[in-house]
């Protein structure tokens, strides 16, 4: 059975109290608990789209030391409630390692047909004049592996984009804006533009770790994406014979620069044009995909403002419900 | 003869040493000059193009009373060099009121088709499908008075689009980038947000005063163009029998936050997905006329690198002489 | 009944266990709980002066349904005590809307006579000499239907005057200071000085809303009381008949102005003397009637220095127990 | 002949062309300039009203060594007119040493009264119920040279009560206003916060010195008014017996925070009441007086606005020609 | 028996369950609880090194008053265990005033050698040339009762060095420092420099409170450490006859100026080089010794990222367990 | 003859006029001038330690055209003066290009003896344990073109080690402070922080220009030196079979987080220890060089407080002229 074969199972949210289930679920938390002189272990099981309380009642000295929050476990059970909450009962489990399981199991996926984003981002590929930017794209995009890994990743871990597949989302809604905004205007250089847009956050796929969810790589810590994409461009561009060593220069100023200011730390704030466009592009993008993650957050649904937003300093207006109708 | 024709006439910037020269030309600065017991008056003259020295030497008295730097004299005249530098040499001159010369003949305009550019605001609002707003875009749009102080307007004084016409062509590109923003997004109020692009500046067209150069009214300083703008929008929402309550606070919510940030004047932030739209679309196109204004400067012509340019901490980067050679 | 003696009623910290009660109390949380297949609606009931839980056994689902945080009861029942714990034991109750109580039941009140604090107003009001400014403050403050928001409305939600009847004492406050400052300056306008020191913060009375607690309206959030009030003063001026349009600016320029800083929210910043006035007598009242709420605080009390006070960013001291001893 | 009677002088601004003039004039500037092999010392000497330029034709570079910029000279000459621009022809000067002019000869002094001024400290002095901070401040206040000092000293250099006696009137407009916000709170400590607004810029008789122009002085620099005033404080309350050790606290605590935030340079922020009417009282008074001071220059005088004031940001708005009329 | 021998007794985390206990431990915590009327008083009892729950059954009312978190109870009893958790059961305890027990069995002690970092300070006092300078320090350091309180003050509440004879232990690294740069540099006056190094925060020993724990002094946050240790100084050189004024004011400038900034707290902003070594010295002590502190908290043990540092807004990366290996 | 011995002349400062002199001159300035029909070219030709006019009379148009502010002119000539001012009289001068002149005439040059400082880095090299850090460094140090230009770019253009060898100084300066702050401490990785501290600022060496004067590199404000240095040590690190990866990105880590702070250029921030160490010894070394070079200005000297310094936001205290002498 393959990995794809092994990870079509129902969704947690999917099923009702008394239905049985079988599938990977990852543990979310755990805690050892003593009752007169008896342990457990109390774990909270979860896929992408929910988490429930499990008990092992058995060997909880053994399990204690073999599981850790992160662990995926491949389980049978069932669905019961017990006072009044919802739990999990475990009928059999074993611990599995991540070969046989799916990323996207336990972390939401974009909703974009991430097929169409390639292709997307092909056409503009093609449609360059270019023909260093035009070989440096295709070095990109014609490797399988790096599709693979560009396909997977998040635009980020917590506040936009924060999805497998969210880095290409975003790359294509960046582009699109860069496209529009570049539209016309003749003292820009559209190829050098929309290459910097398509690889502006190419570092991301070595900046994040995805397993049972989002997090920091120690490199993306301590080095960041735009030095990190910086290098793979410029590790690319190395193997085109012949590419100018200004237009060279002026991709790698505009990696660098697209945070837009040192204090959100692009090391060179934008000096060209194409860099004040690609920045102001990737803070709309951004933002607005922050704008939906915070509406559609639970604890938002049918509220007409949001929770505090701390990064932002502000709370947002959630209720348009009557737009259609004045 | 009427205002259009009076102003047909040549820039300085174009007329030679030895050429006659007959037209209005605005005083720049004014000095009182003494030498050897004897006193004259040394002005500047100019229009939109350049300005140059020229010397009253009789009835100094009275002319050092009467005339006042902004003012306009009609003259008649012929350019001369004296000791290495042109001069202009007064044969006839008389001052003149505001009824008889154009600003355009003492500040630049905009370069772009004013007629095209009301066009394609025009089409924008026959697009709209609220009634609403169509109506009140239409109050502002199909009101001719309206529509040539809108088409006169400058986007501003001294960083972006601070020119004749500047304003208009400052909404049209804001609006092209909001339009792209919103394109294929379901949970924005299109009809609002471009509502918003059109007007978000209109507070400008009282904001600042045109005369022989650009300046800011009273008013403009002391309630500044968001304030003036909603204003001006509510006065006319007024007037419209049965306009949305919701849409109207939502309207003014984005005038009033379309700066983005306290900081830079706006009383609200952006609280809504069409603020954050706004927002960047303003950024991005008034940055990119300023680079462009930038770039246009005498000194920094031919020169690799800009001056420093104090508002954004930094230097441009303007040499793109190769862009089309790789 | 009228609503005045329908809310008669002792406050919950002067009754004892065992007393009964009867009046109405306001839901401030509302949970579901289940035992042994049972379940319960526990809620937390309180007035002005504090809460207590009390529990629904009958027809949950039917009063988990119907009843929401906010709510107000009509109760009927009797102070327990249930292992260790004070609770409300409820006999009867029914649900009510807010034309039958009166938020001062559940929100605190100032402690100045509001009567007073009006006369105080008045008495400047008839004192001025411009009889332009004096016209627009008697329009508002001989309106009995403004008198009563304004004489209501708090002077905010959380950090100075959060109580009904704040704002009046804040700008009675304020006014006083101004008074004080201007007093013996001959360059300063004191009647505008004054009109603006009443009316700086009128907005606020549609900045709130009132029910059982003190909260933002939408407009509130989206607008915000300095333009909300610079409305109503334009609304007003509006109908005075030659009323002068420069004292109008200046009106305007002060009320949107007082906050000080545009990152506090005013969209420009003082440019006259009055304001520089007002901003800080607005500033130096609102302190310290914010270090007298914290000082006030039931967690501060008796000891020498308050809890962290985030937005001032230090600890007050407050021990001047001996001030009256040395 | 007393200091008092050297310095009964008329002010340069006061006399004509063609007028003696017999008086001391300090060194406002000095250049050496050569012209076909002879050298001249061009300088340009004044008093509190105006400067003029004088050469020194003879003895040159003895002059040269002797005179510096902050001299004075006692001189005797003549007002002419060169070539279209007025100098003063000197026909007698020698140098002085400080011991026989009065720097108000040199540097602005207050338009109040001083005497009136000391005598509103003394009349609040006399109201404190307090006998250590009544003692205290007679110690200062009864001392005859310290009065002098107290009353010479200027509130600042360039920004705030820049003139002789400013200290003065300016502890007296914070006491003022102090005293008014006071008034009626029974949670303030009055002889404290009385004590504390007289004494809050003790230190400045120390940061400044006064010659022919107001500069800091070394310690002012490197320890600055607030450490310099809480150490001549605590000096005092030293030779006070008994005096209580909290209130020595809180009034150094109160010299120490008056200036409100870390980043003006308060080491501690205020965290008493009685600190927060303070720094409110001093910015609002030194803030009036620097607009004052702003409105009153000559290259403001008959302008609507100011010129761009850095310090504040700001354009002040200075037409107020028809406040009386409207 | 003496304060010394009372303190010779083991640390809670050298017990195990069973072991008898008697020593002093502090209250860290209270509770009153009821079960079925009957009253009980939890308490959180503890000394250095951690802390255990801990029952009273009896005269719980009398006890209830008498005992304040904080307080000191000698205790005999023994280490049990309750429901899976370790309890200490009280046999026998009575409260203690602070004459008996030792702050250091209840605060974190210096693992430096304090006597070996003593005489490093006081080798560097011999090796001065400047003889009123080493009369100073030696005033200081020849005081048993100032070493007594210089080597148990702590150098911070909650950042760095915050433990009994961190102030010590700082002190000698920022004097190390400070020799390492001033080492070789001519235009440094090496004397002060070191005086200001082993001075610039002897004022904490007035700063800071130690019971059982570190704690602010109502001066220390109404004063703060600066101008404490500024006064402590000028004490002393004020004992020292013909002490050179303009060196006594440079030490207080670097006393005053060594947090570097004024929004860190400094009046003045370093104006020397000495001034400027010593910030930086004192910065990389003081970050440095946070960082350990941080790496060696439990929570992050194990770790290869730490928490989240809040004061300076990162992450820090915690793993070098490989550094030899490589 | 090489470019050695066409190097040896006087420096301006040396020669009185009537002297000959033949040497090197670089063009500061250029202005075509006119009189009474006539042009003439006046230029500022200076070297390293002043500048004096010149004026070329004769084929004014040819070398209007040919000549550069930056050129370097082989001169022969006078000094002579004329009308008071000197002026250097040119009898015979030709173009030349950079290959026969020595930047150092017309660069300040480090009064450090540059052998030493090489030899001082090359001690801390020899010392290192880590193999492969050892090899690293030497790949640089053993490559004579990189020590050529390693041993002769600056350390800054304005703020700085502003002169030839500035780079070499400050590197060995800061490894100095990063061993005294590292001694003792054992949770250091000694070997890693010292080749950090050697290659911190390895990027300037591509970052300036140095012609007649030093000037950024397009590259080095488009990138700046923390990626060029990143880039130099990455490219060597490749080129080591089995450099370890983690050691690799720690070393990364640190060039690209010493600026401390993002606003300072830093794209992360210091999370390890040794980035703290490397941080502040970097800011003092520089600081420390900023300082001493004011204190040298010319309208510094003789002062006893510096210019106002924008850059740090103060003046200097710069009088310590008695410090032998207490």
């Known amino acids: 059975m ?9 969704f947690l949210e999917e099923i009702e109290p008394g239905d049985e289930f079988s599938g990977f679920l990852a543990i979310r938390r755990k805690d050892i608990k003593e009752w007169d002189g008896k342990f457990r272990l109390e774990l909270e099981l979860g896929d992408r789209s929910m988490s429930l309380p499990a008990v092992i009642w058995d060997d909880v000295e053994k399990w204690e030391n073999d ?3 992160g662990d995926v476990l491949k389980v049978q ?3 019961t409630t017990y006072r009044g909450s919802v739990q999990f009962k475990l009928k059999e489990f074993e611990k599995t390692d991540g070969s046989v399981w799916n990323p996207e199991l336990f972390i939401p996926v974009t909703e974009k047909d991430r097929r169409q984003l390639i292709r997307d981002i092909r056409e503009v590929i093609d449609s360059l004049t270019d023909e260093y930017l035009c070989e440096l794209l295709n070095l990109f995009f014609r490797d399988t592996e790096f599709l693979a890994r560009f396909g997977t990743a998040p635009g980020g871990k917590a506040w936009h984009h924060v999805y497998i597949g969210g880095l290409l989302e975003h790359t294509v809604g960046v582009l699109r804006l860069c496209k529009a905004a570049a539209e016309g205007r003749k003292d820009i250089n559209h190829d050098l ?3 910097a847009a398509i690889l502006h956050d190419v570092g991301k796929i070595d900046e994040y770790e995805i397993t049972t969810n989002i997090d920091f790589s120690d490199e993306g810590r301590l080095i960041g994406h735009l030095i990190q994409g910086d290098r793979m461009i410029r590790d690319m561009t190395g193997k085109i014979k012949g590419f100018p060593e200004r237009i060279n220069m002026l991709l790698s100023h505009l990696i660098l620069s697209h945070q837009g ?3 959100y730390g692009s090391p060179v704030v934008p000096m060209i ?5 690609l920045y102001y592009a990737d803070e709309m993008d951004s933002k ?3 704008f939906k993650r915070i509406k559609g957050k639970k604890s938002n649904i049918g509220s007409t403002w949001s929770e505090y937003v701390k990064l932002m300093e502000r709370f947002f207006y959630l209720d348009n419900k009557d737009d259609s109708e004045h």
Do not use: D, F, P, S
């Not at 393959?2 to 129902?10: F, R």
């Not at 044009?273 to 466009?277: D, K, L, T």
């Open 2 to 10: 393959t990995v794809e074969q092994n990870n079509k199972q129902k």
């Open 193 to 195: 533009l929309y290459t």
């Open 273 to 277: 044009a194409e860099g004040i466009i």
């Open 77 to 79: 059970g069932v669905l």
């Open 288 to 290: 607005l995909n922050a």
């Open 67 to 69: 599981l850790e929050v």
């Open 261 to 263: 200011h040192k204090e």
